[in-house]
Structures are given as structure tokens and as C-alpha cells.
């Protein structure tokens, strides 16, 4: 199983970034996938999280209206477009495959470093 999180940079407030999670080794189309952020010091939290058909998504409060999370069931992915971005969005950014209901964690990838910063 592998989840490679990709797209993290460095980026002024105010930009956007696009993360891909490119996924292989289990059927990707049956897991709900997640994004979840942990900034230094601070603990592991979820960002967004979308059903497995793709006809349902959630997002933590900070980021709605900025964030978009989706998915492409024919490429094994799922991304997480993020716009107007500030230095509190600064974290590493994980890639989760797992339940919908419960939100719990089957899988997890490695991260992908986000920074925000002038």
C-alpha cells in the first residue's frame, strides 16, 4: 500500500497550492479519503475528508470556503485545492484512505511540507 502526498511548497499568503495524493495497493474507489495538517508543536487535525464516490465532502471550519478537496476514482488520487492562504494553513499535509462515518484512519501517507510565509 502507498499514499504519496505531493504539491507542498512554499508560498506567499494570499496564494493558492494544489496537494495530490497519488494512491496504489488497495481499491481506492472503496475507502473515503482524507487530508489531514500538523503544524509544529500542535496535534494531527483534520483538514477534509471526502466520501468514496466522491458525492459528499466535509472541511474543518478554518478551512471552509478556501479549501476544496476531490477526487479521481480512475487515477487511484485525490486533491486538495487551496486557496487564499495564510500563515496558520503552515503544516505537514497527510493523505489518509479510510472510513466515512466513523473518519477512521485505514491508511496513511507521508506527508507533504506546506509553508505560508511573506
Known amino acids: 500500500v502507498r499514499l504519496v502526498e505531493s504539491g507542498g511548497d512554499l508560498v506567499q499568503p494570499g496564494g493558492s497550492l494544489r496537494l495530490s495524493c497519488t494512491t496504489s495497493g488497495f481499491t481506492f474507489s472503496t475507502y473515503a479519503m482524507s487530508w489531514y495538517r500538523q503544524a509544529p508543536g500542535k496535534e494531527r487535525k483534520l483538514v477534509a475528508r471526502?466520501?468514496?464516490?466522491?458525492?459528499?465532502?466535509i472541511y474543518a471550519d478554518s478551512v471552509k470556503g478556501r479549501f476544496t478537496i476531490s477526487r479521481d476514482n480512475a487515477k487511484n488520487t485525490v486533491y486538495l485545492q487551496m486557496n487564499r492562504l495564510t500563515p496558520e494553513d503552515t503544516a505537514v499535509y497527510y493523505c489518509?484512505?479510510?472510513?466515512w462515518g466513523s473518519g477512521r484512519t485505514i491508511y496513511s501517507g507521508q506527508g507533504t511540507q506546506v509553508t505560508v510565509s511573506s
Open positions: 471526502i466520501r468514496s464516490d466522491g458525492g459528499s465532502a
Open positions: 489518509d484512505a479510510g472510513l
